[in-house]
């Protein structure tokens, strides 16, 4: 498990996480520059790679707060696993990588929003349900 | 409704977020540092002032994803009235001004995850809910 690089778009990036959500069309200028924006932070995108292909990605947003004495809060987004590679505990590496990066630079805690199908899954990964999800699409 | 500034702080900025979440001890020093870091995004923090004392505050935190075309997504966090000022329509207020900041930088969706209690409040802001949020403490 390793921080995204630039030619993990030829590496199935892109199709991994149209798995998950929808894309659209995305140009290689698109991901180098927005490669570059998330590179230092707030966003960290974790990446697996088997056999030359992008099979499990995820990422960490950190937010930083005046509360909990100006502390940082890190949100999981995106998290998915390509769908031939399922049942190998990946979701699991994914989400450890995460939550240890997340702990590592100081956040009080980490959240996220997931399908009722797949609290299971997270309950695995040690986090508890807690709150609703509200949504707006624009 | 404006963006916060450095002279909320005696505004009463954090005793008011006191009112919703643990804040601990922010000295003046941090407050200023936190407010340069997050004064030109990805958070932006509004809030609304009556007779010099901070009455309401809400934050949007922008996620630039790969997905959606390198889309962007809102979070809304952090919304407070403070307990004197609520039944006047000011958490509408702070919600329609972070939701309107989040189109207009381009988000495709705003989210937040709310209590169930409070759910009713953001469907009157024209949300939906829709996943469950998780949560792991450090």
Redesign the interface.
Known sequence: VRRLERDDEDKG??SL?SQ???????TSE??A??LL??RNG??F?YVVEDGGAIVAAG?L?L????????GL?G?I??VVVDERARGKGLGLVIVRAL?RV??SVG??????????DN?AF??R??????????????
Do not use: W
Request: hydrophobic fraction near 35%.
């Open positions: 990036f892109l996480l998950l959500t929808t894309v659209g069309n995305v698109q991901f520059s927005r924006d998330v707030p966003e995108v990422t947003v937010e930083r707060k005046f509360a909990r004495g100006c809060c949100h987004e995106d939550t997340a702990e956040c009080y805690k980490v959240i996220l929003d997931c399908s009722e609290q997270y309950e990964c040690g986090m508890r349900r807690k709150e609703v999800q509200m949504a707006l699409y624009f």
